[in-house]
């Protein structure tokens, strides 16, 4: 008969702690997630803002490089096409150096198409400029680098804004 007892006794307390012991252990899971949660929204809340400025400076790099904007910005009176195409050449790869670390707020696909659109500018550059005279005004090259730039369908730095916006919408979303 004491087998009977003590069975009678240790069954109920074994069926008592096996559910405490699932309860508790549900419930640090639980309290696991919502920790994790918390986390992650902080993250978030933290990152965001910083991300925004990442787009917002790459649209703004994109927008200083359009060859229109950039010519008036760096073309003085008495240029040599030369000079403005050392001086162009200077200004996009002082542009886009200034922006590297930005590339860590983005996904790849942006940064390969902000790549993309600096190797295209200094390319049109170049091309432009081994067709002029390189001792004759500035303006020639310039007219030329417009010329060629606004003759595209969709020109890299376009394309490269619309992903940009594109991505910051998803991210938004």
């Given at each position: 008969m004491e087998i009977?007892?003590?069975?009678?006794?240790?069954?109920?307390?074994?069926?008592?702690?096996l559910t405490a012991y699932l309860l508790i252990d549900r419930l640090l899971k639980n309290e696991d997630k919502r920790r994790n949660f918390e986390l992650?929204?902080?993250?978030?809340?933290t990152l965001t803002p910083i991300r925004l400025r990442a787009y917002e400076r790459l649209i703004l790099v994109l927008e200083r490089t359009t060859p229109s904007t950039l010519i008036v910005s760096v073309a003085k009176p008495g240029m040599t096409n030369l000079e403005l195409q050392t001086q162009l050449l200077a200004?996009?790869?002082?542009?886009?150096?200034?922006n590297l670390s930005q590339q860590i707020y983005v996904s790849n696909e942006?940064?390969?198409?902000?790549?993309a659109t600096q190797e295209s500018l200094l390319r049109l550059v170049n091309s432009c400029a081994s067709k002029c005279n390189p001792a004759n005004s500035a303006s020639e090259l310039a007219e030329m680098i417009i010329q060629v730039y606004d003759t595209s369908e969709r020109t890299p730095t376009e394309l490269a804004i619309d992903k940009l916006k594109n991505e910051v919408q998803n991210y938004l979303s």
């Open positions: 009977m007892d003590i069975l009678k006794i240790l069954l109920p307390a074994i069926l008592v702690l992650r929204k902080d993250v978030v809340n200004s996009i790869r002082q542009e886009f150096s200034h942006i940064w390969v198409h902000i790549r």
